[in-house]
């Protein structure tokens, strides 16, 4: 067992079964990584559906999104650990080349850019900019290492205490302190496209200044406030 993938999931019947058979066209074999579905009490037929594909489907005990994540890496078998979302497609080459990657020894992280699923001129916009301003983060060893597209060395994750309870930019936190343990890759051919219909709802500049506000008071030690939480049903 090469790699655990970890997916909190909630209300995501009409999705779940998609996303959870995309991964039978992983280059990787299958009886190289696991899939762990970490849900967060739905009421409809997530966890039933889920419960056919999935090689563990748990319910969530921990606070928040990256809670979620932390109960998945608590019951996971492999070294290394790759979280995305349950709106998510990913690449068929997707953990193979995350594995590559951990072949270095050096490596504790890795991440990739990110997509939109929808073919809007307005969000594929929107997403060409975030890029760039990740991949220019990155140059200057800043990394983005968000929930939807990344992966963890399972030995530096727990070494750094996992996720945080923070209302969000948790994900971006654990990258800042995982750096600690050593070196993080990202990789642009990493390429996750994600269902932007949250983004939609709430507003694209509402939801994006907020992610930026909370991602920059983490990079600098400042405290992030219940009021800035993004509440999702993720």
């Given at each position: 067992m090469k790699v655990s993938v970890v997916?909190?999931?909630y209300h995501e019947e009409?999705?779940?079964e998609s996303f959870l058979r995309q991964f039978e066209r992983q280059t990787l074999p299958r009886s190289e990584f696991e899939i762990i579905?970490?849900?967060?009490?739905?009421?409809?037929?997530?966890?039933?559906?889920?419960?056919?594909?999935?090689?563990?489907?748990v319910l969530q005990t921990s606070h928040g999104i990256g809670g979620a994540r932390n109960d998945g890496v608590?019951?996971?078998?492999?070294e290394i650990i790759a979280t995305t979302d349950s709106d998510c497609l990913v690449p068929?080459?997707?953990?193979?080349?995350?594995?590559q990657h951990f072949e270095d020894p050096r490596v504790v992280a890795v991440c990739g850019p990110d997509g939109p699923l929808e073919r809007s001129l307005k969000a594929r916009g929107i997403f060409l900019v975030v890029r760039a301003v990740i991949r220019l983060a990155a140059l200057l060893g800043l990394f983005a290492t968000g929930?939807?597209?990344?992966?963890?060395?399972?030995?530096?994750?727990l070494a750094v205490g996992g996720y945080r309870s923070l209302p969000h930019s948790d994900d971006i936190d654990l990258g800042a302190r995982i750096r600690s343990q050593g070196r993080i890759v990202y990789d642009p051919a990493l390429y996750v496209r994600l269902s932007v219909r949250r983004l939609e709802k709430q507003g694209y500049m509402?939801?994006?200044?907020?992610?930026?506000r909370g991602d920059l008071k983490v990079l600098t030690g400042q405290p992030i406030e219940a009021a800035d939480y993004a509440r999702q049903k993720y």
């Open positions: 997916v909190p999931t009409s999705r779940i579905v970490v849900d967060g009490g739905s009421t409809d037929r997530t966890r039933e559906i889920a419960a056919r594909h999935a090689d563990q489907v608590a019951v996971a078998h492999a068929d080459d997707w953990l193979a080349r995350i594995v929930g939807t597209n990344s992966a963890f060395r399972k030995k530096a994750f509402r939801t994006l200044l907020l992610w930026l």
